[in-house]
């Protein structure tokens, strides 16, 4: 009965190993995925902890706080100052928008999402940082343009004004 026991205990053990590989080997693959998001971004667990960020993250929004919770992050810091408590955030399981968020030198479009199982259950946060520093710096461009090309038109309708005459003496 002891050896049967025994089998029966190193069978489970490794049954148990292989899952355990199988958890680690999908873990790497998910850090991958996430790591070749275009968008920058982090990944928080329920308690805002970061697990993971997107490589982007890191070159273009300098977040390599895996480990921290995000509200003690600065962009955590920034968040909550546009939405509010992110705990709150996480209860509500609702996706969020902030446009045009300054952050780190840098204008971004940023998407706060729940991160939830397929029962739906909320397990963590999602953060991507799309960066549109370029875009809105070439649309003040273009409305700064738009604005002098108005005034010109303006005063060279002036000038023609005041440099016709109405009438002429004969």
Do not use: C
């Amino acid at each position: 009965a002891r050896k049967k026991r025994e089998e029966e205990l190193d069978r489970q053990t490794l049954e148990l190993e292989a899952a355990y590989r199988r958890v680690e080997d999908l873990k790497r693959y998910h850090e991958r995925v996430v790591r070749s998001l275009r968008p920058g971004g982090v990944v928080t667990i329920r308690d805002l902890r970061i697990t993971s960020t997107y490589r982007a993250a890191e070159t273009q929004w300098a977040l390599s706080d895996v480990g921290s919770p995000l509200p003690e992050v600065e962009l955590g810091a920034r968040l909550a100052e546009e939405l509010g408590p992110l705990d709150a955030r996480l209860a509500q399981a609702k996706v969020a928008f902030v446009e045009g968020m300054e952050y780190a030198g840098r204008i971004a479009d940023v998407t706060l999402a729940p991160l939830q199982t397929e029962q739906e259950e909320v397990v963590g946060l999602v953060v991507a940082l799309e960066d549109v520093t370029e875009a809105v710096r070439t649309k003040e461009a273009l409305i700064r343009s738009e604005r002098l090309a108005a005034i010109g038109r303006m005063s060279d309708q002036e000038t023609t004004t005041i440099y016709t005459p109405r009438n002429r003496v004969v």
